[in-house]
Structures are given as C-alpha cells and as structure tokens.
C-alpha cells in the first residue's frame, strides 16, 4: 500500500515539469521557485522514509529506494541554506548577517514548543514515561522523546555559525566563508565525537553547507562552463556519476560525506535541464521544518494508539492529511514568533552598489 501512495506522490510531482531542449538551460535553476519546488520534494521523500519506521515496510520499493538514498534526501536542504544564505549576503549586504541570529532564535523557540507537544503526547496520549533528564537532553537536542534532534540542532547552529562568521569580517564576504569552513569543521568533530556519539548521520550532510557557500561563491563560472553546450553539460554530469559511484558502497565517515556533496550538485545540474515549478511542492517546502519535526508525532500517535490499524489505506492517508494539516496549523500559530524577533533592516542603495542601512 505505500508503494500506491509513492506512485500517487511521483505523479503529482510531475506536474507542470518542464523540460528543455537541445543545448538549452534554465537560467535560473537556481531560483525561489525553482527550489522550493525541490525542496518539496525531498520532503515527501523524508516523509516517507520516516513512514517506513513504523511498520513492516522492507518488501517494499520505496524502502529499496530509501536503502540507495539514506543521508542523501536531506543533503538538498543543507546545499541551499548555504547557497540561499551567500546570495543573500550579495544582494542584500553584510547587514543581513544580523537576521541570521535572529532566524536560529525563531527556529529553536519553535524547536522547543515541538518539544513540549511530544511530552505531552509521550504522558497523556501514549502514557509512556519520560525522565526529566532526558526531556533536557531533548531541549538541548542531545536525544529525542519521539522527535527529530540532530537536523534542528545542525540548522540552528549553523545559522548562529553564519552570524558569527559574516559580521566579524563585516566586509570581505569571502573571507566569512573560511570562518564557516572552521566551524562546520569544528561541528563535526565535536558532534561526531562527543554530542552525538559515532553516528554519521548528524554530520555527514555538513560538506552539502558549505558546498551551497561556493557555489554561490563561483556560480557564473560554473554556468559559463556547463552551459556552453550539452556536450560538456552530460560531460560534467557523467563525470561526477563516475566518481558518485566510486563512493557509493564505501562507509567511511568522510566518503560518505562526500558522496552527499555530489549527489546535491549533481540534483543541482539537473535543475538546470528539468525544472517542477510544482504548486503542491512549494507548499511542502514552506512548510517543511514544521513537517519535518511534526511528522513523528503523528505517525507515534496512530502507531500506538492503532488507529485504523485494519485499514492500511485509511491509515496512511489519516496520517499524510494529519501531518499537512498540523504542520500549516502549527506555522499560522507561531507566525508571531517570526514577527517578534525577525530582524528586517531598512536599506537604500547608494552609488556603486553600495548598502546604507538605518533602522
């Protein structure tokens, strides 16, 4: 039955794609639209994979699926948080560092309202007990009570990472760039090592951050030489697929982070011949930390409490509607948050792209 609904996902994805002809290109594949349409995607398949925890899903395809993708499906939405946050420190300036800080704040304060919803559901829904100790050791992301950890604790972080790093140089963006290089670096040691302890998945994404920074970074170079034609655009394509699978089977902590890092330029080149431009998607994106961290405690709910249990097609649409619903619910109802303590400069440009800014 979940494969019905993978096949159901596949064909509403496909919606209004669009495809372009002999040495033709996107030329913004890297835009809004364009990537959140991605980012939609992925979060169906995050969806899903997380489905596949709660239940006996292993004759399934999209489990095979899932088998290949593993860390990958989430390497998207660390590529273009670097890239999203170097673009913006093009446009918009060094100023726009200071809303990096206040962006990490929002995300932790909803975090721990999440939190809070699956203690909750944990004592008087499921009545399973939770220790004080361990409802700290989820506030700081250090463990869950039902909920995701490490990605909310690596993209707050590395919101506070960018802010660090962009407002001590203050005008060499290149520069601030290094100094993100030397956390995400120190990140991974620390959290590899002692915050969460010899598990890959809490940084081997962390390279797809810091590949989003230079390819913003290098982005008009890259565009000049991938699409001068098609042949060098399924040149470069076959290439990094070569050395893609040169990693594939090895598990190494540092190939395995590699092996991310190609899989999201090469979903990146893609876009640059096949773009969604998919409505349903966009939707999933501007929703996606809020389903992404909601999504457990839904299918932990209908999971334990057997709701529909005789009924697998039931059930899993109970789920999905649920996740939707709770998730945009969730996002009206702390939209206040966002307007609390989001830092909007006002900006005028001046002469030679030069940015003044007043509050």
């Known amino acids: 039955m979940l494969d019905y609904f993978f096949f159901i996902f596949c064909f509403f994805s496909a919606i209004n794609i669009q495809i372009k002809g002999l040495d033709n290109f996107f030329l913004d594949y890297l835009e809004l639209d364009n990537t959140n349409s991605i980012k939609g995607l ?36 660390l590529f273009y948080s670097g890239f999203g946050i170097y673009e913006s420190l093009k446009k918009k300036g060094i100023y726009y560092a200071k809303t990096l800080f206040s962006k990490g704040i929002i995300i932790f304060i909803k975090s721990q309202i999440i939190i809070l919803l699956y203690l909750v559901a944990n004592l008087f829904i499921i009545n399973r007990k939770i220790s004080f100790k361990r409802y700290l050791e989820a506030v700081i992301f250090k463990s869950g009570i039902g909920n995701s950890n490490w990605f909310a604790f690596t993209i707050i972080m590395f919101y506070f990472y960018s802010y660090i790093s962009f407002t001590v140089v203050k005008t060499k963006l290149f520069y601030g760039i290094i100094f993100v290089n030397f956390f995400c670096i120190l990140h991974s040691f620390l959290a590899y090592y002692f915050y969460f302890p010899n598990k890959k998945y809490s940084v081997d994404t962390i390279l797809c951050f810091v590949i989003g920074f230079y390819y913003s970074l290098l982005k008009k170079h890259i565009d000049k030489i991938i699409m001068k034609n098609d042949i060098f655009y399924f040149g470069i394509i076959s290439i990094i697929i070569f050395i893609y699978y040169e990693f594939y089977d090895i598990t190494s902590l540092i190939k395995e982070s590699i092996k991310n890092a190609l899989f999201s330029i090469l979903i990146v080149l893609i876009s640059m011949k096949v773009k969604l431009n998919n409505d349903l998607l966009k939707f999933l994106n501007f929703h996606s930390y809020s389903i992404y961290l909601l999504q457990r405690l839904v299918m932990m709910i209908v999971t334990y409490k057997k709701i529909f249990h005789n009924y697998n097609f039931i059930k899993i649409s109970f789920e999905f509607s649920s996740i939707f619903f709770i998730a945009s619910l969730f996002d009206r109802y702390t939209a206040f948050i966002d307007k609390l303590l989001k830092y909007k400069p006002n900006f005028i440009i001046k002469n030679n792209n030069k940015y003044i800014f007043y509050k």
Request: hydrophobic share 45%.
């Open 42 to 77: 992925f979060v169906w398949l995050i969806i899903f994979r997380h489905k596949t925890a709660y239940g006996n899903y292993n004759k399934y395809l999209f489990k095979k699926i899932d088998n290949n993708l593993r860390q990958q499906i989430v390497s998207m939405f």
